[in-house]
């Protein structure tokens, strides 16, 4: 039952991707997180296989981002394709019995690709490092150059977050809250 409670609250948090790109892609991205603490506050059974069973719900938004990503067009919408084609293998390699080490080599770099183009019309534009502009005053879609120094820069910090999660597996020890409460702890009192 908790199981299907958190998996309802998942899809319904990934469904406002479809009508505004950025906002309810971080909608989506929060509703993701907020099942590690979903499962401290709702005591209905548990859930079994937490990884194999979030990668699974994690297919709802995923997909969602994508239908929202072909409407791109250029760089944007290529680089989308191709990310969600490498996460959909490293998913399908976990799901076969991989374990999670091998999501390592298959970030979800598509994830954050797909927030930051989102998130491009939405930037001040004293704060656009070079993009060219449209007519309309919105970014002018990515160059060849500049989306593969977005695509490394993404690709870099998406990676450190897969290894924190799968391969250091920093965060299997303690439950979420407890990790809160250990960084302010370090962050004493402000």
């Not at 060219?132 to 593969?148: F, M, N």
């Not at 290894?163 to 302010?184: M, R, V």
């Amino acid at each position: 039952m908790e199981a299907l409670v958190i998996a309802l609250i998942r899809v319904a948090g990934s469904l406002p991707v479809l009508r505004w790109a950025f906002v309810g892609g971080l909608i989506a991205v929060f509703i993701d997180l907020s099942d590690l603490f979903l499962r401290q506050a709702i005591d209905l059974g548990g859930l079994s296989n937490y990884q194999e069973w979030d990668k699974w719900v994690d297919q709802v938004y995923i997909w969602l981002f994508l239908i929202v990503a072909l409407r791109w067009g250029g760089w944007e919408r290529r680089v989308a394709l191709g990310l969600f084609a490498w996460r959909l293998i490293g998913f399908i390699a976990f799901t076969a019995g991989a374990g999670r080490g091998i999501l390592i080599y298959f970030p979800h770099v598509f994830e954050f690709w797909f927030l930051f183009v989102a998130a491009r019309p939405h930037w001040p534009a004293r704060l656009r490092p070079g993009w060219a502009e449209a007519e309309d005053g919105t970014p002018a879609p990515l160059r060849g150059a500049e989306a593969v120094r977005w695509l490394l820069f993404l690709g870099a910090l998406k990676i450190f977050h897969e290894y924190t999660l799968h391969t250091g597996q920093w965060f299997d020890k303690c439950s979420p809250i407890e990790f809160i409460e250990n960084i302010a702890d370090c962050i004493g009192p402000v």
